[in-house]
């Protein structure tokens, strides 16, 4: 245990990716942190990235020497990992390693799960069926008891701004039939409970973010906020929710502006990740909402391209893990 909390556990990733080595650099630059981790993961590989290893069973083992050397819970890969090219045959060893982690999690042998980056390409080719990291997490915990509104539910955050999403990866032009009451209302209830029990904020305040430009402009420029927005920020307000009416979103993340609200919830991909990612290109995360257990990530992908390089920066590995074991914290004292 560290501290209140068991150590999280984390996932390599695609082993020919950045995963390897910011795993090992994030570490480095937390070792002497009050929190610990495991990584499930190939121990040859992480010993290759000049760090001390130890091989450890579970993540609670982690806890009193992650001082000294990065926790490994060893599962060899089935290839050889040549930097920079993904290998579809390493892949289900990939899925395995999210599935164990999952599993640690909602036994409370972890206290939440850090994923590393994943290529799509090589575990579709292996037959992964799922679009990516969180709808599988959404699948193996469908399960598990959950005291609250299901999600998943994206959210991303840099700096002081928490943006959470209705929709994520659709075509631009499938947005307006997506944003639905339904969905808008679903994705409110997770946020604000989320914040509330994951974050310890007693008294969420959200602010809406408008679909069309100026909020549509009274039905001019779109009927989306005055058909389906305003009502349900009505509705969720009525159920104790504190959420703004939909603000246009050119004037809702500005310094100023976001002082005014905890978490913006937003309608479409860019319209979240712009703001996040011009606040903080490089230290973002991505939090999956909505869950039994506490899953973050890096705000980045798998970069082939500089991978093995001494290129990769870690510092969005090292804000998942830290926010990860804040959350876990908060949960563990509701």
């Known amino acids: 245990m560290t501290g209140s909390v068991a150590p999280l556990v984390l996932t390599l990733g695609e082993p020919a990716g950045v995963g390897p080595e910011i795993v ?37 083992d982690a806890a009193d020497r992650f001082a000294r ?27 395995d390693g999210i599935e164990e982690a999952v599993g640690f999690a909602l036994s409370g042998e972890a206290s939440g799960v850090v994923t590393a980056p994943i290529a799509k390409a090589p575990m579709y080719a292996a037959g992964f069926r799922f679009p990516g990291h969180t709808e599988f997490i959404a699948e193996l915990t469908a399960d598990a008891p959950y005291p609250g509104t299901r999600g998943p539910v994206m959210m991303l955050t840099a700096r002081d701004l928490r943006a959470c999403l209705v929709t994520i990866h659709v075509a631009l032009d ?26 310890a904020i007693a008294r969420p305040q959200l602010a809406m973010a408008a679909l069309n430009p100026h909020a549509g402009e009274g039905g001019a420029l ?70 039994p257990i506490i899953r973050t990530s890096p705000d980045h992908g798998t970069g082939f391209d500089i991978a093995g390089k001494g290129l990769a920066r870690p510092d969005s590995l090292i804000a998942a893990i830290r926010l990860a074991s804040e959350m876990a914290v908060a949960r563990a004292a509701r």
Request: proline share 8%; charged share 20%; glycine share 6%.
């Open 24 to 60: 090992a650099a994030a570490w480095t630059a937390l070792r002497h942190e009050p929190l610990a981790f495991a990584v499930i993961g190939d121990a040859d590989l992480m010993r290759a990235q000049n760090v001390p290893v130890v091989e450890v069973g579970a993540p609670g």
């Open 69 to 95: 050397a990065l926790p490994v819970i060893h599962r060899p890969l089935p290839t050889p990992v040549e930097v920079g090219r993904p290998d579809p045959a390493n892949a289900l060893a990939v899925a």
């Open 174 to 199: 499938q947005v307006p039939e997506l944003v639905t009451a339904e969905r808008v209302a679903r994705t409110a209830r997770v946020v604000h409970e989320s914040l509330k029990r994951d974050f």
């Open 222 to 291: 779109g009927l989306q906020e005055m058909d389906i927005l305003i009502p349900v920020a009505r509705q969720l307000r009525a159920e104790g929710i504190d959420i703004t009416d939909p603000k246009s979103a050119d004037t809702l993340f500005h310094d100023a502006a976001r002082a005014t609200y905890d978490a913006a919830i937003c309608m479409y991909h860019d319209q979240a990740l712009i703001p996040v990612k011009t606040l903080d290109f490089w230290g973002g995360v991505n939090v999956s909402l909505g869950l």
